[in-house]
């Protein structure tokens, strides 16, 4: 079984930073790529930034040129450095990973449970 645990989030004021992590573990062959999302209330989830294994970036327009994707591949981690956060930044962040299991012979989507961005003064 493959789970994807995220830390990082809480309360930061308007124009700090914050830094998210996401740890994948478990019957992990290998990683493709990995991601971050975000949903914030009554709205739909969204990209925020994802990393292939090749390390090829992509970005939501919103996040541009203040957020930065890296992942370190012997940890199997991906972190989310978040600068000059805005009040609209605010959001449960999910991480994402697309992973070869295994156990069931085969890439799958998975998911984690989700940490807290609040930017509020």
């Known amino acids: 079984q493959v789970q994807l645990v995220e830390s990082g989030g809480g309360l930061v004021q308007p124009g700090g930073s914050l830094r998210l992590s996401c740890a994948a573990s478990?019957?992990?062959?290998?990683?493709?790529?990995m991601g971050w999302f975000r949903q914030a209330p009554g709205r739909e989830r969204e990209l925020v930034a994802t990393?292939?294994?090749?390390?090829?970036?992509n970005y939501a327009d919103s996040v541009k040129g203040r957020f930065t994707i890296s992942r370190i591949d012997a940890e199997k981690t991906v972190y989310l450095q978040m600068g000059s956060l805005k009040p609209e930044d605010t959001a449960v962040y999910y991480c994402n990973a697309d992973i070869w299991d295994y156990n069931v012979y085969k890439s799958e989507e998975y998911w984690g449970q989700g940490t807290q961005v609040t930017v509020s003064s």
């Open positions: 478990g019957s992990i062959f290998s990683i493709n790529y």
């Open positions: 990393i292939t294994v090749d390390g090829n970036r």
